[in-house]
Every structure is written in structure tokens, then in C-alpha cells.
């Protein structure tokens, strides 16, 4: 994955800031806009999750801070929920200048109310994609219930949010009142709406995306959240949304053949120097994270290399037992290869040129169903040995290695 620090001015002259997050070796076949919570910032984990979801598909996500937040310029109790729309506007307005208008916007919590509204405003958006939103954006006043009084009478107040201090004037009270998301989810003619939840959220209850899901015309879905927190605090929670978003946003979007990259080779590794240990790879036509264990420091977003080495023998073996047993005419049903690699990554390299160095040892054990006599099977384990990947492990090889441009 690869991101950019990108800036934009906003309707009101302030200096918005973002990453916007590109795919690894191709160019993002379309670019979405994600709308973080009330009072978040574009940093928040699960919205990098989310944002990494839908880069693996190939997206260009642009992650930004709404006005008085986060590294975005202006003054947080000056801004209100019509100036959420605006910030939305105006990073869909700089995509279009720069790359491409944006087919997709992402919003979670208020940030989805907010997508919803600006989604109405901007003709490229084929796709709304919204998670835990409030069915209506005053839903957001519950988490202020304590200093309503208090705004009422005095024009404003200090409120404690997620551990932060802000100041709330009436005018963001009023400015939430105004909008009917009923009314306009029901104007969203041409645009696909994903609502996703969790039955679990204790902040926005999920009848909110039952009256969402209905208001909506079709093409509309809903996703159920399961066991999730209305933050998406689980990176598997907030992983899982991502794809899920850009799986379903497929069926909307423009979404051309992937061009693969011009290479000789079957297979590319890209790694920015950010990433740590989590490397985007093309594998022929396929894409995939490969990445290392968090104990040694990555983020275990993929396979690790030797257990994409491991895979590759074990997928080889069952290929290559299937068609022996097929040949044969045997009935073997299925055959199951599970294979491990011994030697720990600490120790790769410590030792590299001792002759003492351990043995690299691939452990392989196989499962076999079906009516197969212990002949047979006898047989189907010496073939396991003559699979070709298995060959080339016990043969002479050789890497040659240059620098291209």
C-alpha cells in the first residue's frame, strides 16, 4: 500500500489535511472519500482498517480531518454538520482536480449521515457505503444530554468526548435539526446504499439502520456487524468491513479488468518503507498481503514467506496426488496436505554461512479420503514425493538477481 499527505481548502479557507491510500503496482481503478466519526480523526485504527480493505481491491481511499480536528485548520466549536457536508464536498471536489472524482463515499457514525447528505450533491458518487450511522444526525445530542442545559442557556459548552475536551455551541444543536435523512436516503435514485451495523452497538442502536435500510430505495443492502462495538475498536471487525464494502461496491462502480503490470515475471513484491513488514503482491492475475507475525514486529495481515513457500508445496502435492489417483482411476475423494516450515525467522540468517547451521526441514503430513486400498496409499505417498515443487526444493537451483529501472 502506498499514501500520500495530501491538503485542500475547504469552503471556509481552511487547510484540510489527509492520506490519501493508493493500491500497490496499479493504478486505483476507482477512488473513494471516507467520513470519519464525531469528534474522531482520519487516524483512528479502524479507519485505516476499513481504508486498507478496500486498497487490497484496488480503490484510492482519501482518509481526511474535518475542520478543528486532527491536523485540519479552523476552530472545532465554529464547525457544525452542514460544515461536515461542505469538508466532504470539498475533498471530492479536490480527487476530481487531481485523480479522479470519487465513485464511492465511506462514512461511519455521524460521518455517515454525513456521506448521505453530501452524496445527493455530487453526480460521480455511484456508491454509499455507511456504518453505524444515525437514522438522523440530532441522534448525536444523546452524548451531549449532560450539558444540553447548559447550551440552551449560555450559547455553548465544555463537553468530555471519548476522553477529549470540546466546546458545543447552540448553533451545532440547530444545525442538526435541520436535516431529515429520511427524506433524503429516499431522494438516492441513483446510487447504491450499503448499510452496515452491529446488533451490539450501545451508541447508536441498530434500529437506526433498520429506519435507514427502509427509507432507502433499491439497490440497497445491509450488513449485519455481529459482536462488533460502535468503533470497531477488533481490527478483524473493521478489516472485515473494508472488503466487505469493496466487494459490494463492485457490483456499482465502474470496475475495469485489472491491468497487470508489465513484467517478465510471474510474481511482484512492493513494499514502501512505512508498510513495516506488510508487502502487497501480484500473483499472476491474483493479489495478496504477505506480512510477518506481530511478535517480530508486522502486523499479520498475510502469509509470512515461508508459509506462502510451505503453501506452495502443500497446494502441489494435493494438484499432483488428484491427478495420479484420477489416472489411476482410484477413488480418492479428498486429500488434505498440511505442511510446516521448522526453522524460526530470528534465526534465518544468524548463522547463514556456518556449515552447522540447522537443516531446513518442511514438515508434511497428508490426510487422504476415500476407498483407497493400503497399496494404494503407499503408492499416493511416494508420488507426494514427485510433485514438482517438492523436486525443486530437493534440486540444484539458482537465483539470479539484478537492478531494473
Not at 93 to 100: D, G, M, V, W
Not at 124 to 140: E, W
Amino acid at each position: 500500500m502506498n499514501f500520500q499527505k495530501v491538503s485542500f481548502t475547504n469552503a471556509e479557507g481552511h487547510t484540510l489535511v489527509g492520506r490519501l491510500e493508493l493500491p500497490a503496482h496499479r493504478k486505483p481503478h476507482n477512488f473513494a472519500v471516507f467520513a470519519h466519526c464525531f469528534t474522531c480523526t482520519k487516524n483512528l485504527s479502524a479507519v485505516k482498517n476499513i481504508s486498507r480493505g478496500l486498497t487490497t481491491e484496488g480503490f484510492g481511499v482519501l482518509r481526511f480531518d474535518f475542520t478543528g480536528l486532527g491536523e485540519s485548520e479552523g476552530d472545532f466549536e465554529d464547525t457544525n454538520f452542514s460544515g461536515n457536508v461542505e469538508d466532504l464536498i470539498a475533498a471530492a471536489e479536490y480527487l476530481a482536480e487531481e485523480f479522479s472524482a470519487p465513485t464511492l463515499l465511506v462514512g461511519h457514525s455521524l460521518g455517515g449521515a454525513a456521506v448521505l447528505v453530501a452524496a445527493t450533491k455530487l453526480a460521480a458518487v455511484k456508491g454509499v457505503a455507511t456504518i453505524g450511522a444515525p437514522s438522523t444526525p440530532k441522534h448525536v445530542t444523546h452524548l451531549l444530554k449532560d450539558e444540553l442545559e447548559q447550551i440552551k442557556a449560555k450559547g455553548l459548552a465544555e463537553v468530555q468526548l471519548s476522553g477529549r475536551s470540546f466546546t458545543i455551541k447552540q448553533q451545532f444543536l440547530e444545525d442538526l435539526e435541520k436535516e431529515s435523512l429520511s427524506e433524503i436516503v429516499g431522494s438516492l435514485r441513483k446510487q447504491a446504499l450499503l448499510v452496515l451495523h452491529s446488533p451490539q452497538d450501545k451508541l447508536v442502536g441498530i434500529n437506526n439502520a433498520e429506519e435507514l435500510y427502509l427509507a432507502a430505495h433499491h439497490p440497497k443492502s445491509f450488513v449485519s456487524l455481529d459482536g462488533a462495538d460502535h468503533l470497531l475498536t477488533d481490527a478483524g471487525d473493521s478489516t472485515y468491513t473494508g472488503l466487505v464494502i469493496a466487494k459490494w461496491a463492485s457490483r456499482y462502480v465502474p470496475w475495469p479488468e485489472v491491468q497487470t503490470i508489465e513484467t517478465d515475471h510471474q510474481v511482484v513484491a512492493s513494499l514502501a518503507k512505512e508498510d513495516g513488514f506488510s508487502t502487497q503482491m501480484r500473483l499472476g492475475t491474483h493479489f495478496l498481503t504477505a506480512d510477518e507475525p506481530t511478535d517480530i514486529g508486522g502486523q499479520n495481515f498475510g502469509p509470512t514467506p515461508y508459509e506462502l513457500l510451505s503453501a506452495s508445496l502443500s497446494a502441489c502435492t494435493a494438484m499432483t496426488l488428484q491427478m495420479y489417483a484420477k489416472r489411476k482411476k482410484w477413488n480418492l475423494e479428498h486429500v488434505e496436505v498440511h505442511t510446516s516450515y521448522d526453522k524460526r525467522h530470528a534465526e534465518d540468517c544468524e548463522n547463514c554461512t556456518d556449515d552447522s547451521a540447522k537443516i531446513d526441514t518442511f514438515l508434511r503430513e497428508i490426510k487422504i479420503t476415500g476407498d483407497l486400498s493400503e497399496k494404494e496409499e503407499k503408492r499416493l505417498l511416494q508420488i507426494a514425493d514427485k510433485c514438482p515443487v517438492h523436486k525443486t526444493l530437493h534440486s540444484s537451483t539458482q537465483v539470479i538477481t539484478k537492478i531494473i529501472s
